[in-house]
């Protein structure tokens, strides 16, 4: 019988950073201790999946030469998308098991993405299957995201957080303090592909074209850029160029335990992307309110590309006692 073996991708929260990335910007997400397993023999040119997180058999014929973005079950997109960037030609039969809900913010997609390149033999460094993913996703969905869940994904260690400049994809580990919870609470599923998130990306171009890249722009500088844009455009570079500080300040906070005003860095983050960019929604503005009321808790906010999804709070520990409490875990692995 062929010897059977297995990979493991884990899910990621951001902490904060949320639509910083395809501006080349700041992020700080974390890898969880929930993601998607594949179990699976090697041998054939096909590869053969099925999911307990979505119906239908996957097959893909090897060497992928046609467009992902037709295969179903649509699910299949992000496996042959993966199979094309690598040319593999040695297929795999096997199962696809996640604890992470599917279109939620918690990039079940990205994976899924890392989960299949390893599979599919996949040796390079954590960035080149980050890049690798990214591309696949775009070529799935047609939804041009950031990098951040792909380079968490792949390149996160145990224990910590990954700091990302999406610019140099450099990744710094930055450490969880012991002494804080990390909580996840579901919303309510949503899909980017036919979402805003598509007009987001195209208003940071328009509000990029005007002033440069929103990356070099310090927070004290805003106010002079806004006779040059139009009051939608300002709003979402006033999001970004806000939240590239906020990441430097949560950073910092975590690493001077400074809990308290961490907690407030995220909670001014919802309200940047409420406010500004747009992103939220009422069960997401109604799940931060009731964390942020909650006595133990530093700060909570949306996460993700949102219109939908999850919520993330900061808290002492065992101060919530909804959603799941998520632990900072390795990145994408051979098990
Ligand atoms: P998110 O990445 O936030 O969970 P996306 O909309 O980017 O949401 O990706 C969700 C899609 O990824 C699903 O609709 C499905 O096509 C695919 N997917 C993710 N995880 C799995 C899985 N375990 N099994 C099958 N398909 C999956
Ligand atoms: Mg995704």
Redesign the pocket.
């Known amino acids: 019988m062929a010897e059977s073996h297995r990979v493991h991708a884990p899910g990621r929260v951001n902490l904060i950073g949320d639509h910083t990335d395809y501006t080349g910007g700041l992020v700080f997400p974390m890898a969880i201790d929930r993601g998607?397993t594949i179990d699976y023999v090697r041998g054939g040119t096909r590869v053969v999946l099925r999911?307990d997180?979505?119906p239908g058999t996957v097959t893909i014929e090897l060497p992928v030469r046609d467009d992902p973005s037709v295969v179903e079950p649509?699910?299949g997109r992000?496996v042959a998308a993966m199979a094309r960037e690598f040319a593999a030609a040695r297929g795999l039969s096997g199962t696809?098991t996640?604890d992470?809900p599917?279109?939620?913010?918690?990039?079940?997609?990205?994976?899924?993405e890392c989960a299949v390149g390893l599979a599919l033999g996949f040796e390079g460094s954590p960035t080149e299957l980050a890049l690798a993913a990214q591309r696949a996703e775009h070529a799935a969905t047609g939804v041009p995201t950031g990098i951040m869940?792909q380079l968490c994904i792949a390149a996160a260690t145990a224990g910590n957080a990954t700091l990302i400049d999406c610019h140099r994809l450099a990744v710094t580990n930055v450490p969880i303090p012991d002494d804080v919870d990390v909580t996840v609470v579901f919303v309510a599923h949503r899909?980017?592909?036919g979402s805003a998130y598509a007009d987001r990306v195209a208003e940071c171009d328009r509000a990029e074209s005007v002033l440069g890249p929103l990356r070099l722009i310090e927070p004290a500088d805003l106010e002079a850029a806004r006779p040059e844009l139009d009051e939608l455009a300002f709003r979402r570079a006033r999001h970004v160029v806000t939240e590239n500080q906020r990441v430097r300040d949560f950073a910092t906070a975590l690493a001077t335990d400074d809990h308290a005003h961490a907690g407030a860095l995220m909670t001014d983050s919802h309200r940047s992307l409420r406010t500004d960019f747009d992103t939220s929604t009422r069960e997401m503005d109604t799940a931060v309110e009731r964390l942020t009321t909650t006595p133990g808790v530093f700060g909570a906010r949306m996460t993700?590309g949102g219109f939908g999804?999850c919520v993330v709070a900061i808290s002492e520990p065992g101060a919530v006692d909804v959603g799941w409490r998520v632990r900072p875990s390795p990145g994408a692995r051979h098990l």
Do not use: Q, R
């Not at 599917?102 to 899924?112: D, E, F, I, N, V």
């Open positions: 998607t999911s997180a979505e649509a699910w992000y696809v996640s992470i599917a279109g939620a913010g918690l990039s079940s997609s990205a994976a899924l869940d899909t980017l592909v993700g999804g």
